[in-house]
């Protein structure tokens, strides 16, 4: 029988995956294991391929070892092709899906004993045709104790458990991990974005919004909190973000003409409980692509793209000209070479055609400007 502490322990772990460490050492001194790894599996052109694993204390300790000799695609348990059906009772030993004196075996045992394990004794816990679950055990290398009745029938209860909780802990991983994705191309947006509920407690920001509150004399989030500048823009705000307007609300400005000027905009998210996404953007502040990536764009020269950029901040041809010390003339004749290749047909189309690019919703390096 499996006690309640540990099936407790067992399901926690989606949640606390460190608890996997702990219950597997469990596992391990339960049986007298050398080691306890759950892997889960996608099943391709006739080959298991690992797609997550867990492991015991030590196993983790000798994890780099264990990955160079036995945890790779040279094992031959992973190749479909070279092995036995699996026993109809679940329990899988590798005299049982080897054929005896198989040259796979031998150099497979050859292997486990460079790694410091032994005989091993495992269950597979089918998915569908494509993935499935591996819990496996290996006593230590030194280790000839064959596994007794009792140490199959405690395999056999607890793999049910062991599946669902290995699955829930894949589905869970996975999620985590698209939103790291997620949140890596938030940071690499121009304009920040910040999470937020009706009260301005802020749950999530990207790096553009962290940078914005963290310099901004207008917004702040001080104490986790949006706050603004001035007592003016604190009412201002607070009515933005506690309006019942659905979709893109009404745009703030704050700091209107000065340096620091912040154009703010709330999206109400549906199913949230309140929680909203506050959209940041500094318009007076010139952070936009590389010389390089204009040129790559727009499939320009060097110097093509050094004078649209500059069209793009505001400088007329005749300050482009003075800056870079060259001819208002050699100015023009560049600007249309630029308008030729774009098909623009006028500095303004360009200019509007440019700004809207993506690589002006992206950020550069932190700090950089159009023109350095």
């Known amino acids: 029988m499996i006690g309640s502490d540990a099936l407790l322990e067992l399901y926690s772990c989606p949640t606390e995956p460190k608890r996997w460490c702990s219950i597997l ?28 694993i867990v492991r015991d204390t030590k196993s983790i300790r000798d994890a780099q070892l264990h990955d160079t000799l036995v945890n790779n695609a040279s094992n031959p348990r992973l190749n479909l092709g070279e092995v036995r059906l699996y026993p109809a009772n679940g329990l899988i030993r590798d005299r049982d899906i080897f054929p005896a004196g198989s040259p796979h ?4 045992q050859k292997r486990l004993r460079a790694a410091g394990l032994g005989e091993s004794l495992s269950v597979d816990i089918h ?5 499935s679950v591996a ?42 991990e698209e939103i ?22 802020v749950r999530w920001a990207n790096e553009s919004a962290e940078e914005v509150l963290s310099r901004s004399s207008c917004l702040s989030g001080e104490g986790g909190r949006l706050r603004g500048g001035s007592l003016a823009q604190e009412k201002e705000l607070q009515a933005l973000l506690q309006t019942q307007q659905g979709g893109l609300a009404e745009t703030l400005v704050f700091g209107a003409g000065d340096e620091g000027e912040l154009h703010l905009a709330r999206i109400r998210l549906t199913n949230s409980r309140g929680m909203s996404a506050l959209l940041i953007s500094e318009p007076r502040r010139s952070l936009t692509p ?3 990536d204009i040129a790559a764009l727009l499939q320009l020269t060097q110097a093509e793209a050094r004078v649209t950029a500059a069209l793009c901040t505001g400088s007329t041809l005749k300050e482009y000209a003075q800056s870079r010390g060259i001819s208002e003339g050699s100015a ?10 774009t098909g623009a047909r006028r500095q303004t189309e360009l200019v509007l055609r440019l700004c809207s690019s993506v690589l002006f919703q992206t950020r550069t390096q932190p700090g950089s400007r159009l023109l350095s």
């Open 290 to 292: 590389s010389i390089k």
């Open 180 to 201: 790291r994705q997620i949140e890596t191309i938030a940071d690499a947006l121009q304009v920040g974005i910040v999470l937020c509920d009706d009260a301005g407690q």
């Open 135 to 176: 819990f496996i055990l290996h006593r230590h290398s030194g280790d000839a104790r064959p596994y007794t009745r009792e140490d199959e029938e405690f395999l056999l209860n607890l793999r049910p458990h062991v599946g669902k909780a290995a699955e829930l802990s894949w589905v869970i991983d996975r999620q985590a």
């Open 25 to 52: 050492d469990w596992v391990c001194k339960k049986v007298g294991a050398r080691s306890a790894v759950v892997q889960r599996f996608h099943r391709a052109d006739g080959m298991l391929e690992q797609t997550w």
């Open 332 to 341: 023009r004749n560049q600007l249309k070479q630029v308008l030729s290749k």
């Open 127 to 131: 998915r569908d045709d494509q993935q």
């Open 105 to 108: 075996l031998l150099e497979l």
